[in-house]
């Protein structure tokens, strides 16, 4: 089975596979694009323990900076919904992403509105819900569903399975001044496990996810 590009925006801020072996960091094929370098990335672990990919420029220092713009927080690229995941679920986790992202950063610099002129000591947040590239051993392709939340599989005593929820995210922080990044990361969590490929996916599936992406941004 070819492995086919599997759409969504977006955070993470981070959707993934699990099998015995699964990676719990993002693989290379899986990156969305949304970055324009990935090159710099190093495997390290967030404030809660979680692991992720990330890269910081050298000497920069957050404190230095009161000010944030935020660009984007959504998708990319575009979703497109399924049977599992509705329109009204993707809007939910979109607005909440960017609320909670928003309120988190709040408690850290001044957020301005967006489209508001930067100035100096300003950082700029782009963060999206990525789409990523991946091949489920064993799957058949419509359980690959095409966003950036892909459902795997796992194979139960009794030849049931259980499907696991994934996010991937990527964002980056960077400097108003100099348009250069100064902080980019990408991660990918586990969200609730569903029981068949009939379950709905909701808000409530994924959003654990947000919330561990909320806690490290607070403890960072």
């Known amino acids: 089975m070819k492995r086919s590009r599997i759409a969504v925006t977006g955070l993470l801020f981070s959707a993934l596979l699990l099998g015995g072996c699964a990676s719990k960091v993002t693989e290379p094929e899986q990156y969305s694009g949304f970055l324009a370098d990935y090159s710099r990335l190093q495997p390290a672990t967030s404030p809660t323990g979680q692991p992720v990919l990330r890269w910081m420029a050298p000497g920069v220092k957050l404190e230095n900076y009161r000010h944030l713009v935020v660009q984007s927080i959504g998708f990319y690229p575009t979703p497109t919904p399924s049977e599992q995941i509705g329109a009204p679920a993707l809007a939910d986790l979109e607005a909440y992403s960017s609320q909670q992202i928003k309120a988190a950063f709040g408690r850290r610099f001044q957020v301005l509105e967006a489209g ?16 990523v590239d991946t091949k489920a051993e064993g799957l058949k392709p419509y359980e690959v569903i095409p966003i950036a939340l892909v459902v795997a599989a796992t194979t139960s005593a009794t030849g049931a399975r259980d499907r696991t929820t994934e996010l991937f995210v990527e964002a980056e922080l960077v400097d108003a001044s100099t348009g250069q990044p100064v902080l980019q990361v990408v991660r990918k969590g586990y969200g609730k496990e569903l029981e068949n490929k009939e379950q709905q996916v909701t808000l409530d599936t994924l959003k654990g996810v947000i919330d561990d992406i909320v806690r490290d941004i607070d403890k960072f």
Not at 116 to 131: C, D, E, H, N
Request: hydrophobic share 45%.
């Open 116 to 131: 508001a002129k930067p100035g100096p000591q300003t950082l700029v947040l782009r963060a999206a819900i990525t789409g």
